[in-house]
């Protein structure tokens, strides 16, 4: 089994930044690929960006690319979502998920692995 742990979401005004970060315990970190999904409220959960197992590979949804920037520490199990220019339509919750490989990235059943979640809020 793995657990996961988001932090660092909490109230923030448009055009602020916030990184966000998923921690990892109980199984070899660096043998999957990670990514970020979001859920609005009244939304479907909606994915954001993910990273494949040494970071050499990234992909971001179009409604965040440019300013959403995701990374990972393998040493620390660690996987970070820097946030910057935000915007009220990035208002959610934001999940980390972990699967076995890139594939259909986008699409939610393929990862095994999810954390609770936690809120970021954009204030206009």
């Known amino acids: 089994q793995v657990q996961l742990v988001e932090s660092g979401g909490r109230l923030v005004q448009a055009g602020g930044s916030l990184r966000l970060s998923c921690a990892a315990s109980?199984?070899?970190?660096?043998?999957?690929?990670v990514a970020w999904f979001r859920q609005a409220p009244g939304k479907e959960r909606e994915f954001v960006t993910v990273?494949?197992?040494?970071?050499?590979?990234?992909y971001y949804a179009e409604s965040v690319k440019g300013r959403f920037t995701i990374s990972r520490d393998n040493a620390k199990n660690t996987v970070y979502l820097q946030m910057n220019s935000l915007k009220p339509e990035d208002t959610a919750v934001y999940y980390c998920?972990?699967?076995?490989?890139?594939?259909?990235?986008?699409?939610?059943?393929?990862?095994?692995?999810w954390g609770q979640g936690t809120q970021v809020t954009v204030s206009s």
């Open positions: 990273i494949n197992w040494s970071g050499g590979r990234t």
């Open positions: 998920a972990l699967g076995p490989y890139l594939g259909d990235y986008e699409r939610r059943s393929l990862y095994d692995y």
């Open positions: 109980g199984r070899t970190f660096s043998d999957y690929v």
